[in-house]
């Protein structure tokens, strides 16, 4: 298994616990499972040269979960993008979701200039399509905060925010408001 050092670290401080909880619930489905660590982390490029083909992981900085990493295919012009990219759901902002970062990081995936979006969630797809359900959701929604922001809004506030263009997803109806609200809480205080 092959992770970025931030994902191995998340691992090792939460997925124990994670799992005991998931124990604690979900008793025979859990039977057998286990944490198991990554063989190998690294910080910025991972590179297998496997039958000809060249393949690369990548760190090109924070985004949905700490560590997240895209595996590219310069060859093919292919990505798999994880979580980086999403398009048939609406994607989720954790506690540790760095929306701001992820912008960031975001422009460096669309250097890449895949032909195939391969996501975490979906079937593929093409960069321009990931590009309205990832970005432009996360430039949309930290726009409508920074507004309830200036205008003196509450938490409340950032929850009624109309995302009702992204309601045809699915998740939408659990993660939306949800979504606002953690963006709220950390854009108080960027």
Known sequence: MIAHVDAAQEIEEGAFSLLSRMQGYNRDKAAGTEVVMPDITFEDTYVIELGGMRIEALYLGP?????DIQVWLP???LVISGDMAFHQRL???FDNTDTKGWLETYERFLALEPKIVIPGHGVPT???VVTTYTRD???FLRGEVQKVLDEGGT???AYKIDQSAYAHLDTFEEL????AGVVFEVMEFE
């Open 75 to 77: 060859e093919q012009k």
């Open 91 to 93: 994607l989720p902002i």
């Open 176 to 179: 939306a408001a949800r979504n």
């Open 137 to 139: 959701y996360l430039v």
């Open 63 to 67: 985004g949905h979960s700490p560590g």
């Open 155 to 157: 938490l409340d506030d």
């Open 126 to 128: 093409t960069m321009d």
